[in-house]
Nanobody
Framework: QVQLVESGGGLVQPGGSLRLSCAAS????????MSWYRQAPGNQRELVAS???????TYVDSVKGRFTISRDNAKNTVWLQMNSLKPEDTAVYYC???????????????WGQGTQVTVSS
């Protein structure tokens, strides 16, 4: 079994910054893509940013230039640095990982429990 544990959410004023962390643990052989999704009330869950093992990144247009995703493969950890936050960034943020698990070596999708980010004055 694999667990993803997130931290770093909270309340921040517009223009402020937050850094989200997600650490994977358990029966991990390797982790392919790691991603951050978010879901605001009444909205569908959307992909915010993703990063491959080779550090290739993608971002949704609304966060380009403000958010940065990074990872440490040795620590099975991914971060999301969020700068210049806006009220429309308010959502529950979820970590996702595509994990090749021991001992089967099959790949599965895993999700964190979610962390609330609220941008408000």
């Amino acid at each position: 079994q694999v667990q993803l544990v997130e931290s770093g959410g909270g309340l921040v004023q517009p223009g402020g910054s937050l850094r989200l962390s997600c650490a994977a643990s358990g029966s991990i052989f390797s982790i392919n893509t790691m991603s951050w999704y978010r879901q605001a009330p009444g909205n569908q869950r959307e992909l915010v940013a993703s990063i491959t093992t080779g550090d290739s990144t993608t971002y949704v247009d609304s966060v380009k230039g403000r958010f940065t995703i990074s990872r440490d493969n040795a620590k099975n950890t991914v971060w999301l640095q969020m700068n210049s936050l806006k009220p429309e960034d308010t959502a529950v943020y979820y970590c996702h990982a595509r994990v090749q698990s021991r001992p089967t070596m099959r790949s599965y999708d895993y999700w964190g429990q979610g962390t609330q980010v609220t941008v408000s004055s």
